[in-house]
């Protein structure tokens, strides 16, 4: 009986915990986040500093401002403090961008072969902020850790390295090598879709060329070239009537940003911007660029 009665507390106190942990994104979606943001993004920053030292660069000073544009545009609706948004644009072929924790964004120079313009690469980069402002990262950790036991496990793992650190960073994103990204759910793919649309919306780019994006994503596939972005995610028509049954309340943000006066003005590079030029230096620690700073 005592031992039966231990067991009860013990999942008593498991569950309150979890309660306490569940928090409630922006879209009214209920999350458990079991650590402290702090932590993740400590982490997001760290591993981010090292992708940049042991993956090229783009050095192309119009690519990157073109990028930068977008991205700062983005940043100045999303948060207070835009220059608290990390940038990188690497110089890599695969169309894809990813997000770790710490306002951390990876713009890869293929997606921009996917993105024509640059309402379409507002889409992409919104999206993957909407990952950092809902702490999907740190959901994703804490539904790794809930099956092993989770408050202990989970904040035992902060502390120590070996195979429970390696679930942290996987579950960050990142595989075991520095630079190989994990997916994040359905779920929350779908999510940062509606937030990034929004996202779009209130920096005065296009929300209908969102459509346009995934369309162009499409064609690709078609053509035998699955793009990394679209890896996981959900399936072409139920993104596009995801994207389409919210597109009444952005396009009603969109008209009202630009007669506030929000309206980008992001120049595209004239010449193709993915494919890497075999002049460039392979590595490079200074293309990259601080959000909201000019």
Known sequence: ??????RGAATMILSLSLMAACATTDTGRRQLKLLPSSELQAMG???FAEMKTKQPIEEDPRTNAYVQCIATALARQVSRDPSAW?????????????????????VHTG????????????????????????????????????????????????????????????????????????PFGRTQETEADVLGLEYMARAGFDPRQALDLWRNMEEMAEGGQ?????STHPSH???????????????????KARAA??????????????????NAAPFS?????????R
């Open 285 to 293: 620690r200074h293309a990259s660029e601080r959000v909201g700073t």
């Open 226 to 230: 699955v793009p990394e972005f679209l």
């Open 86 to 106: 990390q940038l990188a644009v690497f110089d890599e072929p695969s169309a894809n961008a990813f997000a770790l924790p710490g306002g951390n964004i990876g």
């Open 111 to 182: 997606i921009l072969d996917v993105a024509r313009t640059p309402d379409q690469l507002a889409a992409v980069v919104g999206h993957e902020m909407a990952h950092v402002t809902q702490e999907h990262a740190n959901e994703r950790v804490s539904q790794a850790f809930l099956a092993q036991g989770g408050l202990a496990a989970a904040s035992a793992a902060m502390g120590k390295g070996g195979r429970d650190r390696e679930i942290v960073l996987a579950a960050l994103g990142l595989g075991a090598q520095i630079g190989i990204l994990m």
């Open 237 to 255: 028509q139920r993104r596009i009537q995801t994207l389409e049954a919210h597109m009444d309340s952005a396009l009603a943000t969109y008209k």
């Open 45 to 47: 920053n760290q591993a």
């Open 1 to 6: 009986m005592k031992a039966t009665g231990s």
């Open 261 to 278: 006066g929000n309206i980008p003005n992001c120049e595209r590079a004239p010449e193709r911007i993915g494919a890497r030029s075999q």
